[in-house]
């Protein structure tokens, strides 16, 4: 989890802030994506749509996108400026955002493997088991350990 506020210096405009809050769980904080989860970069997305093509996937979500409709039209606005690059001072505008707005201060970096130094899973192996089931009682007969650690 990280925090999401504006920094000191005001470099983090109101739609930086509305795309941590909405978009940067499956987009990465910074715009990356998530290739293993198929979440797209959006960092050349200027390049591929226009601002009413942005504001249409949005409103309609695609795919594994879902919809972000409900937010505000002003809020949707300073978002798009910001994922064509354009920054919006912070200053210049009156509504509140994070916490003043009800919104929460915090946001995750995205859908992150908890993993060892090595890239292993981070909880106590087994990872994998074979169980076998007696279908008629429910039961649980045997289970061994599956898989090795060398990929
Ligand atoms: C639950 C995960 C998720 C969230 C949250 C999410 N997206 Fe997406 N987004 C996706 C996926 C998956 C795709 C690819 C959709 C497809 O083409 O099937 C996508 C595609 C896009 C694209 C098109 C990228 C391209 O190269 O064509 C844009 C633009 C975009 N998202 C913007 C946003 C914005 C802005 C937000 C926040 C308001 C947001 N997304 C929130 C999952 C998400």
């Not at 198929?38 to 601002?51: A, E, G, Q």
């Not at 942005?54 to 949707?76: A, C, V, W, Y």
């Amino acid at each position: 989890m990280v925090e999401v506020k504006p920094d000191s210096t005001g470099k983090t405009g109101e739609g930086e802030m509305v795309y941590r809050v909405n978009c940067a769980a499956c987009h990465g904080l910074e715009r990356q994506g998530t290739a293993t989860a198929n979440y797209p970069s959006l960092i050349s997305v200027s390049d591929k749509y226009t601002r009413k093509g942005i504001l249409d996937l949005i409103n309609t979500g695609r795919g594994f996108m879902p919809s972000f409709k409900h937010l505000q039209e002003q809020k949707k606005d300073d978002l798009i400026s910001f994922l064509m690059g354009q920054r919006i001072n912070p200053g210049l505008r009156q509504e509140g955002t994070g916490k003043d707005a009800g919104i929460s201060p915090y946001t995750h970096t995205g859908y992150n493997r908890f993993t060892d130094q090595n890239g292993y899973p981070g909880v106590k192996p087994p990872w994998g088991i074979i169980s076998a089931i007696d279908l008629n009682k429910g039961t649980i007969l045997w289970q061994v350990p599956l898989g090795n650690m060398l990929n």
